[in-house]
């Protein structure tokens, strides 16, 4: 009788984190599911164990905006076995906020705890390999360069700029983790879930909030943007693929910006130092 496998999700109140943990669910998979509120929380289990034909799923409360909350969950987790770690939590704000510990908030999370987050489960995903990890990234990492002079964007912010930032983050993080993984029987990849009509960008106001909710009316369903995800935490056929950067199940190019080594092992080495990780 085969194992059942576990996927930890992050983000999966909503939106593409939710239809995946369902998704999953339906598979028989056993889903741990990472929210930042109770009650939304709840409400996603809920949904996810209706539709769940192995093990019920969990619920697990963690808010990335601190980085204490990535550890105690991490710490939560440990000794546990999971066989892909999703890592698909996200914001875009409008206006600049700091987390608890002093990060821009879009850089904080969006980068900085899923970087702690993976660096803290890699042993037990080495110990569990085969092993995956899926990064939701976006196809807005092509709109931007990094500013390693400024990653905390205290000289100019722009919302919709450190979004892109971030993401660019989340495919060089990749790109190095990958370097890093290699010949450990875990795999890496990053993907674009397409403009998917969610609740992502609820807390963003003024002309981009404005955009969004109009935006939402021609974009993808959550069920079509949790597709690539789905499919790189499950599919044989990316069996031993990693490094790469996918859209709609296809491998694609990333941005020149996103395919630089330098940058990346230089990302890699200061995310490091700003989350209190040895080098």
């Not at 980085?67 to 698909?88: C, F, P, T, W, Y």
């Not at 990060?103 to 042993?123: C, Q, R, S, Y």
């Not at 890093?180 to 998917?196: D, I, K, Q």
């Not at 974009?219 to 597709?227: D, F, L, N, S, Y």
Request: glycine share 8%.
């Amino acid at each position: 009788m085969n194992e059942t496998k576990t996927c930890m999700v992050t983000g999966a109140n909503s939106g593409v984190g939710l239809v995946s943990a369902r998704e999953l669910a339906k598979q028989g998979w056993s889903v741990l599911m990472v929210c930042r509120d109770r009650a939304r929380g709840e409400e996603a289990l809920a949904s996810v164990r209706a539709a769940a034909s192995g093990p019920a799923p969990e619920l697990l409360l963690a808010d990335f905006a601190s980085l204490a909350e990535v550890r105690r969950l991490a710490s939560e987790v440990s000794g546990r076995r999971i066989d892909v770690l999703m890592n698909n939590a996200g914001l875009m704000l409008t206006e600049r906020r700091a987390t608890r510990d002093g990060f821009e908030t879009t850089f904080g999370v969006n980068h900085l705890a899923p970087f702690l987050l993976t660096n803290l489960l890699l042993d037990g995903l080495r110990a569990n390999a085969p092993s995956r990890i899926v990064n939701v990234s976006s196809r807005a990492h092509t709109r931007s360069t990094l500013d390693f002079d400024d990653l905390n964007a205290e000289k100019n912010f722009d919302g919709w700029q450190a979004y892109c930032r971030s993401k660019l983050c989340n495919v060089l993080f990749t790109q190095e983790l990958a370097r890093r993984l290699e010949g450990s029987g875990v795999t890496v990849n990053a993907l674009h879930p397409g403009m998917v009509a969610t609740g992502f960008g609820r807390e963003t106001s003024g002309l981009w909030g404005a955009l969004l909710k109009i935006g939402r009316f021609v974009m993808t369903t959550p069920e079509q943007g949790a597709r690539t995800q789905v499919w790189l935490a499950t599919s044989p056929e990316v069996a031993g693929v990693s490094g790469r950067y996918f859209i709609d199940c296809k491998p694609v190019a990333t941005s020149r910006a996103g395919a630089d080594p330098v940058a990346a092992a230089r990302l890699w080495e200061t995310s490091a130092r700003m989350v209190g990780l040895a080098a």
